[in-house]
């Protein structure tokens, strides 16, 4: 079983910056994609960013330009690199890796609060 823990979250004043951090039990080489989600009170789910394991990378339309995804396959972790905040940030945000034949794994979250 996988594990996927979160960290760097935390109270920021609007365009302020934030780095979060996940941290994965297994190599991060051996997921397809490494892949950042957030969830605001009462809505769904969404993608914010991508990474595959040739670096090729994603990003939801309302985070470009701002937020930035990296890996670092030795220390099996991926990051995600938050500037210019906004309160529309404000969300949980989650960690979640995906490979072939198997469920994706999700982290239990790190809350992020953008203060306007």
């Known amino acids: 079983q996988v594990q996927l823990v979160e960290s760097g979250g935390g109270l920021v004043e609007a365009g302020g910056s934030l780095r979060l951090s996940c941290a994965a039990s297994a190599s991060i080489f051996s997921f397809n994609i490494m892949r950042w989600y957030r969830q605001a009170p009462g809505k769904k789910r969404e993608l914010v960013a991508g990474?595959?394991?040739?670096?090729?990378?994603i990003y939801a339309d309302s985070v470009k330009g701002r937020f930035t995804i990296s890996r670092d396959n030795a220390k099996n972790a991926v990051y995600l690199q938050m500037d210019m905040l906004t309160p529309e940030d404000t969300a949980v945000y989650y960690c979640n890796a995906y490979r072939d034949y198997e469920s994706p794994y999700w982290g239990q979250g790190t809350q992020v609060t953008v203060s306007s």
């Open positions: 990474i595959t394991r040739d670096d090729s990378t």
